[in-house]
Antibody, heavy 127, light 106 residues
Framework: QVQLQQSGPGLVKPSQTLSLTCAIS??????????WNWIRQSPSRGLEWLAR?????????DYAVSVKSRVTINPDTSKNQFSLHLNSVTPEDTAVYYCARDPAYSPGWTRNAFDIWGQGTMVTVSS | IQLTQSPSTLSAFVGDRVTITCRASQTIDGWLAWYQQKPGKAPNLLMYKASILESGVPSRFSGSGSGTEFTLSISSLQPDDFATYYCQHYNDLSWTFGQGTKVEIK
């Protein structure tokens, strides 16, 4: 049974960096068919995909245009986890942050849907 | 591409058949998924590729559609189905969600 366990602070000061980690059990961050994602949810912005990483002979990274200049996603194969770093945060970054898996669908394709989610982390940006 | 769900809120009785619509701002391919979310929980995948039922999801859920209009139907609403439902689309390295439809008890 695949599970994702999130960790990280719930309060971040404006202009600082938001950092969250998602530990994977029952699957591997190096899974050659899946992708590993961060998604956030707020009343004002709804559900918003932020970033993904995946391994296909090498590590790949994709970011949402809305946060591309501020966001980094990093896999950690030694701990079987991946992390999100969002810098220069403002109160608009206040949201529940989720990690999620997009599993394989067919050779070369994922489902482009998220079947396993972390429990969510409420992050508030405030001084 | 923007996704617009209708209605925003739906009131129904247990046993009713309900349908939620997701309209895209332009023609999309079949990469359309549906999720159920309950308060304080992460979304739960119901359908992907517009009409493929996720493993473990009850067969009273079904999905259909093409072009710009897609639907999620629940054949006989159960008490556990009162929740908020979201559609989601993938296109060109962008995963977009609808604004949600809240299904309430009538």
């Amino acid at each position: 049974q695949v599970q994702l366990q999130q960790s990280g602070p719930g309060l971040v000061k404006p202009s600082q960096t938001l950092s969250l980690t998602c530990a994977i059990s029952g699957d591997s961050v190096s899974n050659n068919g899946a992708t590993w994602n961060w998604i956030r949810q707020s009343p004002s912005r709804g559900l918003e995909w932020l970033a993904r990483t995946y391994y296909r002979s090498k590590w790949n990274y994709d970011y949402a245009v809305s946060v591309k200049s501020r966001v980094t996603i990093n896999p950690d194969t030694s701990k079987n986890q991946f992390s999100l770093h969002l810098n220069s945060v403002t109160p608009e970054d206040t949201a529940v942050y989720y990690c999620a898996r997009d599993p394989a669908y067919s050779p070369g394709w994922t489902r482009n849907a998220f079947d396993i989610w972390g429990q969510g982390t409420m992050v508030t940006v405030s001084s | 591409i923007q996704l617009t769900q209708s209605p925003s809120t739906l009131s129904a009785f247990v046993g009713d058949r309900v349908t939620i619509t997701c309209r895209a701002s332009q023609t999309i391919d079949g990469w359309l998924a549906w999720y159920q979310q309950k308060p304080g929980k992460a979304p739960n995948l119901l359908m992907y590729k517009a009409s493929i039922l996720e493993s473990g999801v009850p067969s009273r859920f079904s999905g259909s559609g093409s072009g710009t209009e897609f639907t999620l139907s629940i054949s006989s609403l159960q008490p556990d189905d009162f929740a908020t439902y979201y559609c989601q689309h993938y296109n060109d390295l962008s995963w977009t969600f609808g604004q949600g439809t809240k299904v309430e008890i009538k």
